[in-house]
Structures are given as C-alpha cells and as structure tokens.
C-alpha cells in the first residue's frame, strides 16, 4: 500500500488556503450581519468582485459563470471571454459534458490558476467512495488542473454517504479547497449532518425570483452553508426577460432585468452563477455592484414569488 505523506499534505494544504488569502484583496465592506465580505483583486473595470467567507475560511466570489449547456467551441469561447470580462468563479459538472471545453476556455484565457474558483460536482452515476475518487481525477484530467476550489454532490442520491466520505478524504488530502451539496432538501442536509468529519461549506439550489427559497435560505444560515443560486434567470423561463415589474424597478436605476435580479441575489446574500454566450451579457451581469435595491424593491420582488420550481422536468 502507498505510504500517505502526512506533512506534505498539510503544506499542500496550507498553500490552497492561502491562495485564497492572497486572491482577495483587503477592501472589505459588511453585506449582511457576520460574514465578511471583501473583493477579489486583478479584476478589470471599477466593480470589483465581492466574496464571501466559507465555514472552512476560504474566500468565495459572491458570482460566478455558469456553464450548463455550453458545449465545444461555444464553450471555450464562452469561458475564456467570462474571464476576461472579470468572472473568477467557473461552474460546470460532470454531467454537462464540458470539463474539456471548460478546461480549454480557461487554459485560452491565460489566467493564473489560483485567481481562479472552480466548481465542479459528482453526478449519480458515480456515487459511492472508490467511484467518487475516480471520478474525481477523471474531472481533474479533463479541467486541466489539479485540485478544484469546490466539489459538489450534484444530487443526493444513490451512497451518499459513501460519496462525503470520499470527499472529505480528498479535502484532507489538499486536493480541494471546500466541499459541499446541491439539490439538498432540508431533511437531506440533516441526514449528512448526522454522519459528516468535515461540514459541508455550500448548497447550490434552483433559486430565482419565481422560486425563491426563503425557507432554505434561512436553515442554510442556520447551518452555516453559503446558499448558491442555479438558474438564476430561470433559465429565461416565466417571460422573466420581459417581466414588467422587474423592468419597472431596474429603469429606476438604469439597469436591465438580468442587473436587478442579480443584484437582488447578492443583497440576500446568495452567490448567483449565471450563465451567458454574449459577451456583452457576460459584462452587463458583473455589473452590479454600484447600486442598490430599496427595501421597497425587494419587498416588490418578494411578491413574485411562485414558491415552485420552474424546472418540474429535473424532480
Ligand atoms: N446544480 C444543479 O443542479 C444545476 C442545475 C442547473 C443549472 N446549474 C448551474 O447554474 C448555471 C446557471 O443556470 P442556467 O444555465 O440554467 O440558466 P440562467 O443562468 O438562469 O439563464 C441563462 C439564460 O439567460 C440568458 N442571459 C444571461 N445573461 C443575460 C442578460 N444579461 N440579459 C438577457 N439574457 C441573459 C442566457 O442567454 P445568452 O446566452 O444569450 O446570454 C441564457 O439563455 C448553469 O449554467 C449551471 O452552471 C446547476
């Protein structure tokens, strides 16, 4: 059996904390109560990247760029141009069938790999300890990289168990710097807590204005678990591009409806991943962090809530 090098793992894993130390610059402005919040530095433009304070203390931004459905070029393009527009969070998935296209886009756009956040989640297929771990290297291979800043379970089933425990495995080893869920229930969460060394540090859940997840968001808190927004535009889905209320609040401010329901998500204190293929929609979605919804605001955007998925297809 292969001797496991514990001091090396410990310096390995010193340094990926401190990447993220060295990432963030000291600009730092309260959002919301106890988290603090700062900006990630070497970014283009005056708005720079708010991030918040993970439960294991590493720094992620409060957006990103989502990639579900990007495939070949389109992909490549796509996430080369969300770098260098500013995006330093770069979501994907086993599942999307990306990591290559995703791992050339960032390879094209030159950037340092410690500037960079990168999530990447284990689907169902592969759950289980021994299949996680392979898994895991293959979405390495396929990134380009050797560790991930965030591993997801994509969706709580199959072994679970066995999954978190392969998980906090490689989390010991230095070869990511946070783990956590997506697609938990609040019951979920409780079962993993039951039996988790190491706590989950985030929940990525389908959450936008027609499905907004007040509930989930408060146990979230509860938990100490940065909720994540996927599909933060619904996908398009409910004419949200053409919501009048939502076009109402943004002409007061000079910003569009993609601008108001992204900055509604941050000022919940919510990481939002949207996913765009034009440049000029990647640029106008970082650009949000000069003004402000009222309180009035969000109460308005509070009505628009559905309280149900958009996506009945993915239950
Ligand atoms: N964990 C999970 O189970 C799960 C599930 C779904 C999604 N996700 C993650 O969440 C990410 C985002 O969700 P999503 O991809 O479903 O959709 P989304 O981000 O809610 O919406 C994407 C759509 O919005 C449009 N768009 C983007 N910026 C715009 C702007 N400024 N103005 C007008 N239209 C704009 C895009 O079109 P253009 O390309 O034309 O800009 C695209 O059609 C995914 O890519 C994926 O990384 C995770």
Request: net charge positive; glycine share 6%.
């Amino acid at each position: 059996m292969k001797k496991i090098n514990r001091s090396n793992q410990l310096k390995r894993r010193k340094f990926l904390q401190m990447g993220s130390t060295f990432a963030a610059s000291a600009i730092l402005f309260p959002l919301s109560g106890s988290k603090v919040y700062g900006a990630f530095k070497s970014l283009p433009g005056a708005n720079s990247i708010p991030y918040v304070t993970l439960n294991n203390g590493i720094a992620m931004p409060m957006i990103g760029f989502g990639t579900h459905s990007l495939k070949d070029e389109i992909c490549v393009r796509s996430v080369s141009e969300a770098i260098s527009v500013g995006f330093r969070l770069i979501d994907t998935a086993t599942i999307y069938g990306n990591e290559e296209f995703v791992g050339e886009g960032i390879k094209k756009s030159k950037i340092d790999r410690k500037e960079l956040f990168l999530t990447s989640k284990l689907w169902v297929d592969d759950s289980g300890y021994d299949t996680t771990k392979k898994a895991f290297e293959t979405s390495l291979k396929k990134l380009g990289t050797d560790y991930l800043d965030l591993y997801l379970i994509h969706r709580p089933r199959g072994d679970v168990k066995g999954t978190w425990k392969a998980m906090e495995d490689l989390y010991k080893e230095g070869k990511i710097r946070a783990i956590g869920l997506s697609n938990f229930e609040a019951d979920q969460l409780s079962e993993l807590l039951t039996y988790a060394r190491i706590k989950p540090t985030v929940n990525q859940i389908e959450t936008h204005v027609f499905f907004q997840q007040q509930e989930a968001l408060e146990n979230l808190k509860k938990h100490e678990l940065q909720m994540e927004a996927w599909s933060p535009f619904a996908a398009g889905r409910n004419g949200i591009f053409s919501n009048e209320i939502l076009a109402g609040i943004g002409q007061q401010y000079d910003k569009s409806i993609a601008q108001v329901c992204l900055r509604w998500h941050y000022q919940r204190g919510i990481v939002a991943i949207p996913r765009s293929s034009q440049k000029a929609h990647m640029k106008e979605n970082l650009d949000i962090f000069d003004f402000e919804l009222s309180p009035k605001d969000m109460q308005t955007i509070a009505k628009l809530d559905l309280n149900i998925t958009q996506f009945p297809e993915w239950e």
